[in-house]
């Protein structure tokens, strides 16, 4: 079935640094992937997203690109703040009607000023 | 609030009985979720539905049930059957149809006492 693994955390990185949290797939079909971000004691909020191969999502200095060949869609940030640390979900939509999001476990990011 | 709300954000039970979970949307989005998410783990969904007067259950179901009467409303009931009900509930939304993201709300911490 459908899967996500995501790199385990925490992440601790000082400000301005650069981010790279690995995200990889298991999927049939064509899935759309997701990024998406939690702050303490909140829900989820999107991040970015790309539909197809090769597609660049991009948000706040955020990117991720589509790669059908790993099957990895790895978040970046080139210069990370203190107000980006929070958890960070990668997460893909197997296609189908229902929309059903398979996420990863989640990488918690924390930056130190 | 991203257009769904959930309350209340924090909720106490005692073991045994039934509690409901409100979760409004006011975008006239026709899919609806809801997940569960425990401390460091990604979400897992409990149910879904893509229209009113339907619904289906996700990978976690046991324990829960939920009604769709209005496309605005998708409440969730946490049952005394549910084993582990403490936890943090998130509802979310969607236009629905393939590969479309969904929004979520603030969730709901419960814990069962």
């Known amino acids: 079935g459908n899967s996500v693994t995501q790199m385990e955390g925490p992440v601790t990185l000082s400000e301005e640094a650069f981010l790279t949290i690995n995200c990889t797939y298991t999927a049939t079909g064509y899935p759309s992937l997701f990024w998406y971000v939690q702050y303490p004691g909140e829900g989820l909020q999107l991040l970015l997203k790309a539909t197809k191969a090769d597609d660049k999502g991009s948000n706040k200095g955020f990117e991720a690109t589509y790669r059908k060949e790993t099957t990895s869609f790895h978040l970046e940030k080139g210069s990370v703040q203190v107000s980006d640390s929070a958890v960070y979900f990668c997460?893909?939509?197997?296609?189908?009607?229902?929309?059903?999001?398979?996420f990863g476990t989640g990488t918690l990011l924390a930056v130190q000023p | 609030d991203g257009g769904i709300t959930q309350s209340p954000k924090y909720l106490f039970r005692k073991e045994g009985q039934n509690v409901t979970l409100s979760c409004e949307q006011n975008?006239?989005?026709?899919?609806m979720y809801w997940y569960r998410q425990d401390p460091g783990q990604g979400l897992r969904l409990i149910y879904y539905s893509q229209i009113v007067n339907d619904f289906q259950k996700g990978d976690i179901a046991e324990g829960y049930s939920v009604s769709r009467e209005k496309k605005e409303s998708f409440p969730l009931t946490v049952t005394s059957a549910q084993k582990n009900p403490t936890a943090f509930y998130l509802c979310?939304?969607?236009?629905?149809?393939?590969?479309?993201?969904?929004?979520f709300g603030p969730g709901t911490r419960l814990t069962v006492l």
């Open positions: 979310a939304r969607s236009i629905g149809g393939r590969g479309n993201e969904q929004f």
């Open positions: 975008l006239n989005h026709d899919a």
């Open positions: 997460a893909l939509s197997g296609g189908g009607a229902t929309n059903k999001l398979i």
